[in-house]
């Protein structure tokens, strides 16, 4: 019989690549991880790990069994919590991973809400770009994974598997210096900047510049990039270029000697949440996704 502990055990060791960095990433010794890893072998009478110098790989069958085991984890995860639910227990525990620019303007206030109606309910957040944050939750290294994607991008379709909770539109947004000709208007086309020095953003908000500017017929000449939202205003205030951000990732930014501009014709990118479908189940999983739906139907900053 396959335990779900060896489960766990098996996925640190091929990770990390060894006994011992999987004891400590697990809070455990080295040798209760090997002693862990024979019973395994046993259990299923086939070799799971190979030794390759000073690391462990697997073999075929390891491989097979990593592959099976986040959706073997999620599912007994799912009925660990809808059974506490059913007995009684008012508590949860919600892994969730966020895009930065979701993490400070979405999250704050849905974890607000939650921890005020399910004060026992834990919720731990980490930050990752999409596909990084959708490729964690499908490894069951996460609950929720908050992600987008543009429309007209591909992207969505490789979500089928999941569970989709949409949240809002973000569209981007045109950020150029307080001094800087179209300062005054409410909105700009993307082509009215060919001619501009740009400051780009993550990476694949920096492909979707190029996408969009190509779709204007120029190419944009990047004279810097940063992963820093507040990296990115600052530096176009104080007139080192133009750039476009999603709204969210302004919004929690004080834009100091930059104007925001719309964007003509607009360039919306979708925000939605994802789970897995047996953890949409869950209780505390399910709570948490209403509360980042409420928060996303929250006024947002003009």
């Known amino acids: 019989m396959i335990e779900a502990r060896h489960l766990r055990v098996l996925r640190a060791v091929a990770a990390t690549g060894s006994f011992s960095a999987a004891g400590r990433e697990l ?3 080295q040798p209760a991880v090997s002693q862990q ?5 046993a259990s299923v009478g086939t070799p799971l790990l190979v030794r390759a110098g000073r690391e462990m790989r697997l073999t075929q069958a390891g491989e097979a069994l990593v592959r099976h085991a986040a959706g073997i984890l999620a599912g007994l995860t799912a009925a660990e919590e809808e059974v506490a639910a059913i007995a009684g227990l008012r508590a949860g525990r919600v892994r969730l991973v966020s895009f930065p620019s979701g993490s400070s303007t979405l999250v704050p206030s849905a974890l607000a809400a939650l921890r005020a109606a399910h004060p026992g309910t834990r919720v ?11 490729d964690r ?3 069951g290294d996460c609950d929720i994974a908050l992600a987008f994607h543009y429309a007209g991008a591909s992207g969505a379709e490789e979500w ?4 989709v909770r949409p949240l809002l539109t973000d569209p981007l947004v045109a950020l150029v210096p307080e001094r800087h000709p179209l300062a005054p208007a409410a909105s700009v086309a ?3 900047l060919a001619g501009e020095p740009w400051i780009a953003g993550c990476p694949r908000c920096r492909g979707q510049l190029v996408e969009v500017c190509a779709s204007a017929g120029f190419t944009p000449r990047i004279d810097f990039a940063t992963d820093d939202y507040p990296a990115v205003v600052g530096l176009v ?8 951000l999603p709204r969210l990732a302004i919004e929690s930014v004080r834009p100091r000697g930059v104007r925001t501009l719309a964007l003509e014709p607009p360039v919306p990118r979708e925000v939605v949440a994802l789970t897995l479908p047996d953890l949409a189940k869950v209780p505390a999983v399910a709570a948490t996704l209403d509360e980042l739906a409420r928060a996303a139907e929250r006024p947002r900053t003009p």
């Open 27 to 29: 809070g455990c010794t």
């Open 37 to 41: 890893m024979k019973a395994l072998e």
């Open 124 to 134: 731990s957040l980490e930050e990752a770009e999409p596909p990084q944050s959708v």
């Open 137 to 139: 939750l499908r490894a």
């Open 160 to 163: 089928d598997d999941l569970v």
């Open 190 to 192: 993307i082509g009215d």
């Open 237 to 244: 205030g104080s007139g080192l270029g133009v750039a476009v």
